[in-house]
């Protein structure tokens, strides 16, 4: 896997096969499990084969899986995440056409139901097994150079601690890991 360069995801018509609920879904389902088939998802996320198929088709159409040969077999379609760069990164707005606008902040809207999702599930995690649940809260003062700089210093902190799949130690466990920064000043 190749981690020297982000990807920035500068294609509106990639971040859009990355706007929808259900891709994402699958998305994450096939890096924390690894491969399945379009019945396996379908059966994991209350949908119809046909509906996963099509999504798992836009998904391997803008690179981000792809079908593994030697397990597909006549109808029955393998499918894994792709070999990306970890660090994926979103386009600055003005990157982005006006018409382009909308996709971005779904793209932004369904990460937050995500978070959200995460952060009602922390107290149950914490109470289960403290020792993988991990937070940190601070107020910081930084200008906006400081603040890119720390961004880049915090990917390469979690690419230098993370394992691709592949290569992680059989006590490693997938883990969520999320960072906020926000202006404290504008509420």
Known sequence: MKDDEP????????LKALAHPMRRRMLT????HG?????????LLGAKTGTTSYHLRQLEKYGFIEEI?????????????AELPRDIRLPEPGDLGPEDQAVLIEFHRIGLEEDRALLDRLPAAFQTDPDWVKGSRGLARMTKDELREFHDAYVALLLKYSHPADEAPPDARPLYVRMYTLPADDS
Do not use: F, K, Q, Y
Request: aromatic share 6%.
């Open 69 to 81: 040969p030697e397990r597909s077999s006549g109808r029955e379609r393998w499918w894994r995440r």
């Open 7 to 14: 990807l920035v995801l500068h294609d509106p018509d990639r």
């Open 35 to 43: 491969p399945a088939t379009s019945t396996t998802l379908g059966e």
């Open 29 to 32: 389902h096939l890096n924390i």
